[in-house]
């Protein structure tokens, strides 16, 4: 079953987190796919990742072949480099959560709207009947609750 994953940024930006989250997945032996609302938010995030100490490879459909690609930026929800991990920002959705092993969705704890929009998903997903675990940044890094 796939493990859906809230979290909840107050300590940090989006740039900020998400390389932690993505380097750690690479670790792991996982592709990812970064689901976006816009083309411009990923160029943006894009260009962050580039920035990192870390080098996180990744491309986006102006990049072309996907499969060489560990880390993909779209915002279509169709996971072409065979990501089974999807990172959702700025409040992009996607009906397709059986075809993740685990999703992250990163929301922006200082934005009212960002927090309202995510309480929306996880009344969603509670209806639905699916597991979800919730994740709030602390001085040290990630802790679970629920």
Do not use: C
């Not at 987190?17 to 609302?37: E, F, M």
């Not at 990172?87 to 959705?93: C, N, P, T, V």
């Amino acid at each position: 079953m796939t493990e859906i994953g809230f979290y909840h940024l107050t300590r940090s930006t989006l740039a900020q987190a998400l390389p932690q989250l993505l380097t750690r997945t690479l670790a792991a032996g996982r592709r990812a796919q970064v689901l976006g609302p816009s083309a411009a938010a990923l160029d943006a995030l894009s260009t962050a990742l580039w920035a990192q100490p870390a080098w996180l490879p990744h491309g986006t459909v102006a990049d072309g072949d996907p499969d060489l690609q560990p880390i993909w930026l779209s915002t279509d929800a169709e996971p072409p480099n065979g990501a089974r991990y999807l990172f959702l920002i700025e409040g992009a959705e996607t009906d397709r959560i059986k075809r993740y092993e685990r999703i992250f969705d990163l929301f922006d704890g200082n934005a009212p709207d960002a927090v309202a929009a995510a309480r929306k998903r996880w009344q969603a997903l509670q209806d639905a009947g699916l597991p979800k675990t919730y994740w709030q940044q602390t001085e040290t890094g990630w802790q679970k609750n629920g």
